[in-house]
Every structure is written in structure tokens, then in C-alpha cells.
């Protein structure tokens, strides 16, 4: 483990809080269709992490750079995506900067990266994208050696996702490997109409009877009005077991019609 990572796992506790900053204009309006979030979980599912939060803001700059400043405040790990090419309205690597109040300067092996890449064709707009805070890590780029960069566990990435996953699942490796738990199951029941409102005092009890129990309740309404509730947990396999065993225990003792999930 290199001394960045080492600092970088000194900083935080374990379960990490984990971010998402999917940034884009086109992302907002609808012209483009996030895929980071699903992408996201695929990798952090299987490793025992979860997401804290999502968040999909715009290009202007005044807002990114407050968002930015939050998120660099708390104890989270970031991954953000989109913003850090050489057009104008990129403005993701800028932004870092400025939240941090570091000057912007070029890193000599992201500047190595690009001009492998794309020789003289890298200059004059193609070498804007080395342009980091002063003090970050290159996140190499596997697609077009076009790195990404990594400063105070906030991992800035491309917009594009085929980029973005394995550059992502770099990070996780190189820096926080060492968060790594079992992955976590779901078990559950969908109860036929059943009501959400008839079963708050059992979900208030059963959170003091499993407190490392993640429980979820889903009321849907389907085509023909019938209504339905899936009840169930999240969690470690055994605990997992032993709190859904207690649903099913609890809708049997009502009477109540339901079905595995």
C-alpha cells in the first residue's frame, strides 16, 4: 500500500459512507440517462459497501463548487463522474480547486499519459484535462489513457460509464480494500393487501430486536387495486434469516396472505 492510501485509510472509519456526484447539464434535462448509479452498486454490492448518497447537479459553476465543499468537509468517500474534459463547460477539475482553495497545476503522469496517447495531437486542448488541484493521484484510465484523479477520498472520473467502471473499481482496490466485508443479502415477504400503517409498531420493535438489520418496507398499488408490501431485511446471512424467520412469524400470527420475495 502506498503512502497515499495509507493516509487515505488513516482518515476514515469503517462502514465507509460512500457518495455518488454524477455531474452533468445533460443529465439533469434528460438527454442522457444515468448509468453510474446501477454501475456503482454492481461494484460495491459484491465487496459489502453500500451507498450513503446520490446526488445529480449541473455544469454551473458556483453550485459545483459549494457541492464540492460539502462533501469535502465530511468523512465521505466520493466517486464523481463527468466534467473533467478540455471544453469550456467542463468544469469539474476546476471546481476541485477551487472548493479546496488549491492552485490547478499539471501532473507530470497524466501529462505522460496523454501525450503517449495522442503524441502531438495532444496539444493545445487535449493536455488541459492533466490540469488537477495541486496534490492529487492520477486514477488510470484503461479506455483511452486519459486519467481521472483522486484527492482527499474524492475520486473524479469521466461521464462516460465504460471508462468509468473499471477506473472505479481500481480505486476501490488500490485504497479501500481494507473496508471490504461479506456481502450483505435480502430476504423478504410481499404481503397481500396488506397496509404499512398496520405494521409500524412491528417494524419499530423489530428495529430494537435487530439493530444490524437494515429493514425496508415497499407498499405498491397494482393494476387491479389490489395492494401489496414487501416487508424484509438487508444484512449479514444468519441475521438476515433469523429477522425475515420473525416476518413471517409476525404475518402468520395475524393471518395475513403472503409470498416469498
Known amino acids: 500500500m502506498n503512502t497515499s492510501t495509507t493516509n487515505i485509510a488513516e482518515s476514515l472509519s469503517a462502514p465507509l459512507k460512500i457518495g455518488l456526484l454524477i455531474i452533468g447539464d445533460e443529465v439533469l434535462s434528460g438527454k442522457r440517462q ?45 466517486f464523481s463522474f463527468g466534467g473533467i474534459g478540455a471544453t469550456p463547460d467542463d468544469r469539474t ?10 492552485p490547478i497545476e499539471r501532473h507530470p503522469q497524466a501529462v505522460a499519459e496523454i501525450e503517449a496517447q495522442f503524441g502531438d495531437a495532444a496539444y493545445p486542448q487535449r493536455i488541459h484535462m492533466a490540469e488537477y488541484p495541486k496534490g492529487a493521484e492520477i486514477i488510470p ?22 471508462m468509468a467502471k473499471p477506473m472505479m473499481e481500481w480505486v476501490l482496490n488500490e485504497y479501500y480494500r481494507d473496508f471490504y466485508r461479506s456481502p450483505t443479502v435480502e430476504m423478504g415477504i410481499k404481503i397481500i393487501n396488506g397496509q404499512e400503517s398496520e405494521w409500524v409498531e ?44 420473525a416476518i413471517i412469524a409476525e404475518a402468520n400470527r395475524r393471518g395475513a396472505k403472503w409470498e416469498l420475495l
Open 202 to 245: 412491528f417494524m419499530e420493535s423489530f428495529e430494537q430486536a435487530f439493530p444490524n438489520l437494515r429493514l425496508f418496507s415497499l407498499p405498491s398499488i397494482l393494476n387491479d387495486d389490489t395492494r401489496t408490501m414487501d416487508l424484509g431485511v438487508e444484512g449479514q446471512v444468519e441475521e438476515a434469516q433469523a429477522g425475515c424467520e
Open 34 to 78: 444515468d448509468k453510474h448509479l446501477a454501475q456503482a452498486n454492481s461494484l460495491l454490492q459484491p465487496r459489502g459497501l453500500a451507498l450513503s448518497w446520490v446526488k445529480i447537479i449541473g455544469d454551473e459553476p458556483g453550485f459545483l463548487v459549494q457541492t464540492l465543499q460539502e462533501s469535502f468537509a465530511s468523512d465521505t468517500v466520493v
Open 141 to 162: 484510465n484503461f479506455y483511452n489513457r486519459v486519467p481521472g484523479f483522486s484527492i482527499r477520498h474524492h475520486h473524479f472520473m469521466p461521464g462516460f460509464p465504460m
Open 93 to 102: 477539475r476546476q471546481s476541485a480547486a477551487l472548493a479546496l482553495d488549491l
